[in-house]
């Protein structure tokens, strides 16, 4: 699975971003896709995960309410949509990929990754 992000960007604290993760290079069924960060200074961290059959979500605590994590199967794209960012919210933001039935927060389950993109909120 190839993985792409784009969206990333500076934004000023309580704006909003709209990540997306363009997949290619095998059928998704029986995946998830996740978004991950990874803050400067921090370990990378899980934020969100959907099933791409049923389209079942989880985010972390710190994201339920503000973040929220879709897809497009005609696209074949998951996406991210952050709001009310804080500068805390400042990170790299990785997309990756992992099979059913392993732990969403645990970065190792993750079999493909992409580059990331770079989120910057201003205070």
């Known amino acids: 699975v190839q993985l792409v992000e784009s969206g990333g960007g500076l934004v000023q604290a309580g704006g909003s971003l709209r990540l997306s993760c363009a997949a290619s290079?095998?059928?998704?069924?029986?995946?998830?896709l996740g978004w991950l960060r990874q803050a400067p200074g921090k370990e990378r961290e899980f934020v969100a995960v959907i099933t791409w059959t049923t389209g079942t979500t989880f985010y972390t605590d710190s994201a339920k309410g503000r973040f929220t994590i879709s897809k497009d199967n005609a696209k074949n794209t998951v996406y991210l949509q952050l709001n009310s960012l804080k500068p805390e919210d400042t990170a790299v933001y990785y997309c990756?990929?992992?099979?059913?039935?392993?732990?969403?927060?645990?970065?190792?389950?993750?079999?493909?990754w992409g580059q990331g993109t770079l989120v910057t909120v201003s205070s």
């Open positions: 290079g095998r059928t998704l069924s029986n995946w998830q």
């Open positions: 990756a990929a992992k099979t059913l039935g392993t732990s969403a927060s645990s970065m190792r389950n993750y079999a493909y």
